[in-house]
DNA sequence: AAGTAATGTGGAATCGATACCACACGAAGA
DNA sequence: TCTTCGTGTGGTATCGATTCCACATTACTT
C-alpha cells in the first residue's frame, strides 16, 4: 500500500506538493502536477481516509443507528438518507440497536470514536439517559421518528394519521373500532397513534371499551393475537380495526380469512405503513403512507444544514402523510 | 473532546500507561490503573478510532457492498452479516452501488481508502474489471450471490433450485412452463436459473417455447407485464409459471387475477426468495427459501476466517435451499 | 552481598496525511 | 538598481493513539 510519502519520492517533489495536487490547493506548476497525476495513477495509489480525518478532523461519515436493520421502513429510509448524503460527498456507518435501548447510547459513542461528522437516530425510545448522551454529543445529531426534546427531530405525524384513519372509519358508519397498538413506551406508535385513536372516537362521542384495544408488538404474530382477542373475547365485536402497523394488520387479517369473516364487509382494516405487502395481501389493505423515503431525505438535508453550519438552532419537523385507502374498506 | 494526552495529565501517568490501562497489556500498578480510569471516567474519555487504526492498521470495520439497500434480500443478508460480525467486534460500513456496475469498483476503493478490514460485495455481475480489481487489493474479501473466479464466493444454489423448481411442475404433470427471468448479464439469477429450468425441461423431454421465457427486470410490474406476455401472445398458454424472483412472481400473480385466472387450477405459480410478501399474498406463493440470514452469516464467517489467518486459498461455499410448496401450485 | 529477574513507568518514534511558515526565483514597479 | 509582489516548493509540526526501548525500582536467587 503506498502512501503519499512513496508517491512524493516517485514524483520527485515534496509531500507537499503532492497534497496540494491532491486537494487542489496552493500553488503547482503544470509539470510537477502531470508529474504527480501520474505517480498517483501507476502506483495506485489510495489516500488514507484515516490520517486525513486525523488532521483535517473531519471524516466524511454520518452515523445512522436503526432500531433494526432488516425492516422495510427501515431499509425505505436509509436509502432516502443515503441518496441525499452520497449525493454531497459523505457516507454513511450504519450500526443496529436491535431494539435495545442500551444499545442506543452504546452505539453513539461507537460512532463518536470513529469520528463521525454528524449522527441520525431513527429513534424508538425517549429515555432520560439517552438525551443526556446526546446533549453532551456536540456533533450535528437529529433524531428520526420521534420527538426528542431539545434535539433537531423529524417526525411523522402519528397523532392526526391515527385521528383520520379512525374519523374515516367513522365516517363510513362505524362505531365499534378496535385498535391494535404497541406498549406506550414508543412514544410516537404507541401513545400518539393510541391518542389520536381515542381522541377521534371522543369527538364524536363514541364510547371505547377497554376490551377493544390490543396490543401487539410489530410483528404478524402478535396482529394475529390481538385479532383473536378482539374477536373472541370482546362482548360487542368490532365492526373496524385499525393496527398501527401494515405488519400487525396483515397479521390480523390472517386471522379474520382464517375464520371466515370477511373483509371489509364484516369488519373493516386499516394499517399504517404503506408497505410493499399491503398493496399485494387480498384485499388490499388500507393505510397510511408515510413516505419513508423523504423523510430520510429530509433528516439528511437537516445533518447537511448542521454540517455546513446553517442552521444552530434545534428545529421540528413534522411530515406528510396520506390516506390510502384500498378494499379492506 | 479529551484526548489520551489530557487523560495522562490528570491522572498523572504518561501516555503509555493509559494506554497499558486501556489496552489492558504491560505492567501497570494497582494504584496508576485506579486513577486512570478513574479519569477516564471523569473525563468523558472516548480514544479516537482512527489513530488506533492509524497506528495498529487495523479498523475493526468491515465494508459491505450492496446492490441496494431496500431490498428484503439484501437487508437480511446484511441482518446475517451484522449479528455475526458484531458479535466478533466488528463493525459493518455499507456502502450502495444503486445497480451500476461501475459503482462496485469505487465503492471498493472508498472502501479501501477507510482502511476497513475486509470487504464483502454482494455482487451482480462478474466483469473482468472488478475482477482485477479485487485481485489487486491484498484485503480479505468474499463475494455472496455471484461466483467470481479467484475470490472466495457463497453462492446460492441457483442452477439447481431452479431445476427443482421446474421438475416440481412436471411432476405434477404441467407441460407447458413459462418462464420469467432477468437478462443474463446477472450470472446467477438471470442465467444459471434459467439454465436449471432449461435443463429440468429437456430432461423429460419436453420442448420449450421460445414464447415462454420472458425478461423482466425484478420488479413486481415487470413480472406484471411478462405474465400479460406470456398468456396474450403465446399460441401455447402455459399451465405454470416459474418466475425467478418472489416480486416478479407477484406482480405476474396481480396480473393472472386480475385477468380471472386462477391460480393455481389454470396457471401455477412459483418463485424464489421466500419473502415476506409470499406468504401473505392470495393464494400463498410457493417459493425457494434461500436462507439469506444463514448466507450473511456463512459469508462473515469467512471474511472472520480469512481476518484470523485461518485460510488463505479461495474457498467456494454453494448453500442450501428449501422449496416451501404452498396453494399457487 | 551481588547478580538476576520481575515489575512499573516514561521518552520518543511512528502511522499518513495536512497546513503553516520560510524561502527561492523571476517579473513588475518605483 | 532596489523593492515588492506573485508563483512555486519544501521543511516541519501536528493530529491521537501504540509500541519499542531504556531506565528505575523492588523482589528473589544463589
Redesign the pocket.
Known amino acids: 500500500?503506498?502512501?503519499?510519502?512513496d508517491?512524493a519520492k516517485r514524483a520527485?517533489?515534496?509531500?507537499?506538493?503532492?497534497?496540494?495536487v491532491?486537494?487542489d490547493?496552493?500553488?503547482?506548476?503544470?509539470?510537477?502536477?502531470t508529474r504527480v497525476v501520474e505517480a498517483v495513477k501507476e502506483m495506485g495509489?489510495?489516500?488514507?481516509a484515516?490520517?486525513?480525518t486525523?488532521?483535517?478532523?473531519r471524516s466524511g461519515v454520518i452515523g445512522v443507528i436503526l432500531p433494526r436493520i432488516s425492516t422495510e421502513t427501515a431499509s425505505r429510509v436509509v436509502n432516502g438518507i443515503e441518496e441525499e448524503l452520497a449525493a454531497n460527498g459523505y457516507q454513511i456507518l450504519l450500526t443496529n440497536t436491535q431494539l435495545k435501548p442500551e444499545k442506543e447510547i452504546q452505539n453513539i459513542k461507537l460512532l463518536k470514536s470513529r469520528q463521525v461528522d454528524g449522527i441520525i437516530l431513527l429513534a424508538t425510545n425517549r429515555n432520560q439517559d439517552l438525551l443526556e448522551t446526546i446533549a453532551d454529543l456536540s456533533i450535528p445529531f437529529v433524531a428520526l421518528g420521534q420527538e426528542l426534546t431539545g434535539v433537531t427531530s423529524v417526525v411523522y405525524d402519528d397523532y392526526h394519521s391515527a385521528f383520520d384513519v379512525t374519523e374515516s372509519f367513522i365516517s363510513e358508519g362505524h362505531q365499534q373500532i378496535g385498535f391494535i397498538g404497541v406498549p406506550e413506551t414508543d412514544h410516537a406508535v404507541g401513545f400518539l397513534r393510541k391518542q389520536g385513536y381515542l381522541d377521534a372516537m371522543a369527538k364524536h362521542n363514541l364510547p371505547v371499551k377497554e376490551e377493544w384495544i390490543q396490543d401487539g408488538n410489530f410483528s404478524f404474530e402478535s396482529g394475529y393475537q390481538a385479532a383473536k382477542q378482539l374477536m373472541e373475547q370482546a362482548q360487542v365485536k368490532p365492526t373496524a380495526v385499525f393496527a398501527v402497523t401494515d405488519r400487525m394488520a396483515i397479521g390480523a387479517l390472517g386471522y379474520l380469512k382464517e375464520n371466515q369473516i370477511n373483509v371489509p364487509s364484516e369488519v373493516a382494516l386499516f394499517g399504517i405503513g404503506a408497505s410493499d405487502l399491503s398493496k399485494h395481501v387480498t384485499p388490499p389493505l388500507s393505510t397510511v403512507d408515510y413516505f419513508n423515503e423523504d423523510a430520510g431525505q429530509k433528516t439528511a438535508q437537516l445533518i447537511l444544514e448542521q454540517l455546513t453550519g446553517k442552521i444552530i438552532e434545534k428545529e421540528k419537523i413534522k411530515l406528510n402523510y396520506r390516506l390510502i385507502k384500498r378494499d379492506s374498506v
Open positions: 500500500m503506498p502512501t503519499i510519502k508517491v520527485g517533489v515534496s509531500r507537499t506538493t503532492v497534497s496540494r491532491l486537494n490547493n496552493g500553488y503547482v506548476s503544470h509539470e510537477a502536477r495509489y489510495i489516500p488514507s484515516h490520517a486525513k486525523m488532521r483535517t478532523k
